[in-house]
Every structure is written in C-alpha cells, then in structure tokens.
C-alpha cells in the first residue's frame, strides 16, 4: 500500500515555474515507476510525464517536453515536477501516480493516485 500527497501547486503568471512535489508513504517507493497526470476543467485526465524506479529514463506529453522536468530522490521517497514557461493551457489539477512500470503509467494503468493539487496559470 502506498499513499501519496502532493504539493506545491499554486496560482503563476504564464511564463513563470512551479516545482511539484509528491511524497509517498512506506519503504515501497523505489520499487514503482513514478508519474504526473493533470485534469482541467470539463476535460478527461491525462498523462504528463512518467519516471522509472531507477530515475533514469523518463517519459514526457509532447504538449510538455522540454517546458516540465520529473525526477524522484528514492532516498527521501519524493517525486518532483519542475514546470518552467507555464502557459495557461497547463491550468488543471496535477496528480502524482504510481504504478509497475513506465508502459503502465503512460497507458494509464495505475496502482495507486495522488488526491491532486491545483495549478493555475494566468495571461
């Protein structure tokens, strides 16, 4: 079992950062591939960006590559989200996931959700 709690969501100017983090409870963490989903307003949830339990490959939405960062420290079992260049089209609720593996976050499979926290990028 695995609880997650994320945090650092907050109200930006577009064009500004935001850094999420997501810890997760237990000593399980370094054995689940890491990840961040977001839902905007009238619209289905969808996939960020994916990290494997190693850290070191990585998966991004094309809407989001080269703008967002993931990266995790299993040592503090906390998973980050570095957004830089916010658009206002990134506005939603962002949730950290954990699942088996990089393939079953991206096609959504996941184990276990965050309970979300709220991005909002003004113009």
């Known amino acids: 079992q695995v609880q997650l709690v994320e945090s650092g969501g907050g109200l930006v100017q577009a064009g500004g950062s935001l850094r999420l983090s997501c810890a997760a409870s237990?000593?399980?963490?370094?054995?689940?591939?890491m990840g961040w989903f977001r839902q905007a307003p009238g619209k289905d949830r969808e996939f960020v960006a994916a990290i494997n339990r190693r850290g070191d490959s990585t998966y991004y939405a094309d809407s989001v590559k080269g703008r967002f960062t993931i990266s995790r420290d299993n040592a503090k079992n906390t998973e980050y989200l570095q957004m830089n260049s916010l658009k206002p089209e990134d506005t939603a609720v962002y949730y950290c996931?954990?699942?088996?593996?990089?393939?079953?976050?991206?096609?959504?499979?996941?184990?276990?959700w965050g309970q979300g926290t709220q991005v909002t990028v003004s113009s």
């Open positions: 237990g000593r399980t963490f370094k054995t689940y591939a």
């Open positions: 996931a954990a699942s088996d593996t990089l393939k079953d976050l991206i096609t959504v499979v996941v184990d276990y």
